[in-house]
């Protein structure tokens, strides 16, 4: 089971941002609504995920552990969701087979935390006390440090941790709702607070500007629009050679969600630059030369999205359909920006 263990841990466990993005997920599911993430030497050293949502039980955290235990498939949904999002159960086992993991929990039906500890091959099955206020924290330290070959194929600590920030920008910008710390060697990096919600969004509206800066905020057209089954919202700003020159800010952000979740599609971003060239036909528009924020939402039987879970590709029934949307939805953001 060990080697099934490691062997899985290369399907889910690539690299440190890998790890944090199955973790943040996992706090996610369980309802927490800040998520503080405390990173060293570029999640080489240490990977700490800390949340305050249900929490595990006692009796539960020896076999989170364990492989394919998960509380998240009971019915039919959910194995729709497992078609289309991969892997269930997998993680924290995948996790624990190359690294030295702790799992330390509270749920608020027990009077005190409790923790397990797992190295690698030796997972720890007694169930010590601890201290932890409700939620659970998530230790990870020595990622791969039993897979030399794994652990070679780390890059700077640099490189990976600007992964680990594109991953939780990446889910920040779709979880407006939670406050997501990112700190790396003891500093603080990022510190995404969900402001209290007025109106959906202004929350949104707030988080993007955290994430993208408000000149991004400022200058982008704003899209909103929804016709049917099919609603999108979004910030798209085309960059001109000087600002591809000079602001590093703007640049890369390029971020497309649909129904909540991050994809690259060709469709969607046809339909805004067909908009855009249609507008300002002197205008030549490259993907590079556009720094886009767009929440699409589509009926779930429009949309296949378990084309394979880690390429972020979707595939619409009525492709013309949603192209036209955009279309439409982008041209009379345009035209209200510029009356
Ligand atoms: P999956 O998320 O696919 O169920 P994981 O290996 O990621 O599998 O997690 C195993 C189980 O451990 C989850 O189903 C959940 O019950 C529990 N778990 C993991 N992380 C947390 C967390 N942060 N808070 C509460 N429960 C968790
Ligand atoms: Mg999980």
């Given at each position: 089971p060990q080697l099934a263990n490691q062997i899985a841990a290369g399907e889910v466990?690539?690299?440190?941002?890998?790890?944090?993005?199955?973790?943040?997920?996992?706090?996610?599911?369980?309802?927490?609504?800040q998520v503080e993430i405390q990173i060293e030497q570029g999640g080489a050293g240490l990977i700490l995920i800390r949340d305050n949502g249900s929490g595990i039980s006692k009796a539960?955290?020896?076999?989170?552990?364990?492989?394919?235990?998960?509380?998240?498939?009971?019915?039919?949904?959910?194995?729709?969701?497992?078609?289309?999002?991969?892997?269930?159960?997998?993680?924290?086992?995948?996790?624990?087979?190359?690294?030295?993991?702790?799992?330390?929990?509270?749920?608020?039906?027990?009077?005190?935390?409790?923790q397990v500890h797992a190295e690698g091959r030796d997972m720890n099955a007694v169930v010590k006390p601890a201290a932890h206020p409700i939620g659970t924290t998530v230790e990870v330290r020595n990622l791969f440090y039993n897979t030399p070959a794994?652990?070679?194929f780390l890059r700077t600590e640099k490189t990976e941790f600007n992964h680990i920030d594109e991953v939780i920008k990446r889910i920040a910008l779709v979880r407006h709702d939670v406050t997501f710390t990112l700190t790396h060697n003891g500093k603080r990096i990022r510190y995404y607070r969900a402001v209290p919600a007025q109106s959906e969004l202004a929350q949104k509206q707030a988080r993007v500007a955290q994430i993208c800066g408000n000149r991004f905020i400022d200058s982008a057209n704003h899209?909103?629009?929804?016709?049917f089954d099919l609603a999108i919202e979004g910030w798209v700003m085309p960059l001109s050679t000087s600002e591809l020159e000079s602001s590093q800010i703007v640049q890369g952000i390029?971020?497309?969600?649909?129904?909540?979740?991050?994809?690259?599609?060709?469709?969607?971003?046809?339909?805004?630059?067909?908009?855009f060239q249609t507008y300002y036909p002197d205008s030549f528009l490259s993907d590079d030369k556009l720094a886009y924020v767009i929440y699409l939402?589509?009926?779930?039987?429009q949309v296949d999205v378990n084309v394979h879970p880690a390429?972020?590709?979707?595939?619409?029934?009525?492709?013309?359909?949603?192209?036209?949307?955009?279309?439409?939805?982008?041209?009379?953001?345009?035209?209200?920006?510029c009356a």
């Open positions: 466990v690539e690299r440190p941002s890998s790890v944090v993005k199955e973790l943040v997920e996992n706090a996610l599911d369980a309802e927490a609504t539960d955290l020896p076999f989170a552990l364990a492989r394919h235990a998960t509380s998240k498939i009971s019915d039919m949904e959910d194995l729709i969701s497992i078609l289309s999002f991969g892997f269930r159960g997998e993680a924290l086992a995948s996790i624990s087979s190359v690294s030295r993991l702790t799992l330390t929990s509270h749920t608020a039906e027990q009077a005190e935390a409790w794994r652990r070679k899209i909103l629009w929804n016709h390029q971020y497309c969600y649909v129904n909540g979740r991050i994809v690259r599609d060709k469709v969607i971003m046809h339909a805004i630059k067909q908009a939402s589509v009926s779930p039987e390429k972020h590709e979707v595939r619409f029934h009525q492709n013309r359909t949603v192209h036209d949307f955009i279309y439409q939805a982008v041209m009379q953001s345009l035209e209200a920006h």
